[in-house]
């Protein structure tokens, strides 16, 4: 397995290391729901070395132009430096290739930050389309950059008492939005619902960041209760609640894709071919406290049967939740069925997200 500049860090700390995507990372360090509830509560911090940063730059608007043709969303819209947008990169057919925030560095310079288990698969399409369109653009997979993802209510105030020299260029972020600081790229975004930053640094002070931030009561947490965090806050999984299989329409995704404009790219037009999509993306509340909505269960609906993509029992409102691909006739508020174990789970069909910055937004009740 591949190993993050950080893994003798988590052995140390005695975390427990699984296979994700080939890397060796860790699950958690002893209460994976613990560590849902000091990201809730607190601030947590989270290795996601295993993700990649792509650098494109060429001089004028080549690097720009290609990312408007590989990416659904349209990066015309980041036009001062440090901006950043989400989108998905699609095939022809109009599937997910990959979901990715890609930021603006100025002066014809952009940085991607690509899934772990489709870099690779990211990198040969991104090749592909720079070959065919913008031979000038350069590309840089920088796994000279560790990452650390520092995310909770006081995420951003423990961030700055462990390591000060950011704090200048890192206080007036706003979201979405990210800054050199002393060596380090730091951007205000995480993927957990609360707030916090994403920081980039170099491999070889890593370890020094993750240690400093261990001092200043940051919580290490695993990738159990970052996926918690993640559907609570209704974050789409790649692999899970998408995949090459399926478009953005059907993901809940359809705000990350620019159709109205004139702007080609990859998958538009097998977008505007196939019309309306007969799958909408919505949430799941259990009715029931007698089971746990899972991925792959079967939900039956009175329009016809779907399945949950990504379900857990949510920490924060003590019930099961899910994310779920339902026939497009399913309103919220609907109740359905999910399979659980051969047995009818009752279920409230909802709109995500279900928490975000410590708050409950639906209720099982409602």
Same mark, same amino acid.
């Given at each position: 397995?591949?190993?993050?500049?950080?893994?003798?860090?988590?052995?140390?700390?005695?975390?427990?290391?699984?296979?994700?995507?080939?890397?060796?990372?860790?699950?958690?360090?002893?209460?994976?729901?613990?560590?849902?509830?000091? =990201?809730?509560?607190?601030?947590?911090?989270?290795?996601?070395?295993?993700?990649?940063?792509?650098?494109?730059?060429?001089?004028?608007?080549?690097?720009?132009?290609?990312?408007?043709?590989?990416?659904?969303?349209?990066?015309?819209?980041?036009?001062?430096?440090?901006?950043?947008?989400?989108?998905?990169?699609?095939?022809?057919?109009?599937?997910?290739?990959?979901?990715?925030?890609?930021?603006?560095?100025?002066?014809?310079?952009?940085?991607?930050?690509?899934?772990?288990?489709?870099?690779?698969?990211?990198?040969?399409?991104?090749?592909?389309?720079?070959?065919?369109?913008?031979?000038?653009?350069?590309?840089?997979?920088?796994?000279?950059?560790?990452?650390?993802?520092?995310?909770?209510?006081?995420?951003?105030?423990?961030?700055?008492?462990?390591?000060?020299?950011?704090?200048?260029?890192?206080?007036?972020?706003?979201?979405?939005?990210?800054?050199?600081?002393?060596?380090?790229?730091?951007?205000?975004?995480?993927?957990?619902?609360?707030?916090?930053?994403?920081?980039?640094?170099?491999?070889?002070?890593?370890?020094?960041?993750?240690?400093?931030?261990?001092?200043?009561?940051?919580?290490?947490?695993?990738?159990?209760?970052?996926?918690?965090?993640?559907?609570?806050?209704?974050?789409?999984?790649?692999?899970?609640?998408?995949?090459?299989?399926?478009?953005?329409?059907?993901?809940?995704?359809?705000?990350? =894709?620019?159709?109205?404009?004139?702007?080609?790219? =990859?998958?538009?037009?097998?977008?505007?071919?196939?019309?309306?999509?007969?799958?909408?993306?919505?949430?799941?509340?259990?009715?029931?406290?007698?089971?746990?909505?899972?991925?792959?269960?079967?939900?039956?609906?009175?329009?016809?049967?779907?399945?949950?993509?990504?379900?857990?029992?949510?920490?924060?409102?003590?019930?099961?939740?899910?994310?779920?691909?339902?026939?497009?006739?399913?309103?919220?508020?609907?109740?359905?069925?999910?399979?659980?174990?051969?047995?009818?789970?009752?279920?409230?069909?909802?709109?995500?997200?279900?928490?975000?910055?410590?708050?409950?937004?639906?209720?099982?009740?409602?």
């Amino acid at each position: 397995m591949h190993q993050t500049p950080l893994t003798a860090a988590h052995r140390r700390a005695g975390a427990k290391l699984v296979d994700f995507a080939g890397w060796e990372m860790p699950l958690h360090y002893g209460s994976q729901l613990e560590e849902h509830h000091a =990201v809730r509560r607190d601030a947590g911090m989270f290795d996601t070395s295993h993700m990649l940063a792509v650098d494109l730059a060429a001089r004028g608007d080549d690097a720009r132009d290609l990312l408007r043709y590989a990416l659904a969303n349209d990066v015309a819209k980041l036009r001062e430096p440090g901006r950043a947008l989400y989108s998905c990169m699609l095939r022809e057919d109009g599937g997910v290739l990959d979901d990715l925030i890609v930021y603006f560095l100025g002066d014809g310079r952009f940085r991607a930050i690509v899934n772990a288990a489709t870099a690779g698969k990211d990198l040969a399409w991104l090749e592909k389309l720079r070959a065919e369109r913008a031979p000038a653009v350069s590309l840089a997979p920088r796994r000279d950059l560790a990452i650390i993802a520092v995310q909770g209510p006081n995420a951003r105030a423990k961030c700055w008492a462990a390591l000060p020299e950011t704090r200048a260029a890192s206080e007036p972020l706003a979201p979405f939005c990210a800054a050199d600081a002393a060596g380090l790229f730091i951007a205000r975004t995480g993927y957990t619902g609360e707030d916090g930053f994403e920081l980039l640094v170099p491999a070889a002070r890593a370890e020094a960041a993750w240690n400093a931030l261990a001092a200043a009561s940051v919580r290490p947490c695993g990738l159990g209760a970052r996926d918690t965090l993640r559907l609570e806050a209704g974050m789409n999984l790649y692999g899970q609640d998408m995949d090459e299989t399926v478009t953005p329409l059907e993901s809940g995704l359809a705000w990350t =894709v620019d159709l109205a404009g004139p702007r080609d790219f =990859v998958g538009k037009s097998a977008l505007v071919a196939a019309g309306k999509p007969a799958r909408a993306f919505l949430g799941l509340v259990a009715l029931e406290r007698s089971g746990v909505l899972r991925p792959h269960q079967a939900v039956r609906t009175e329009h016809g049967v779907g399945e949950i993509t990504s379900g857990t029992f949510s920490p924060t409102m003590q019930r099961s939740i899910a994310l779920a691909r339902l026939p497009a006739g399913v309103a919220l508020g609907e109740t359905v069925r999910a399979d659980v174990r051969g047995k009818p789970l009752a279920a409230r069909a909802v709109k995500p997200p279900f928490v975000r910055h410590g708050k409950v937004l639906v209720r099982a009740d409602e």
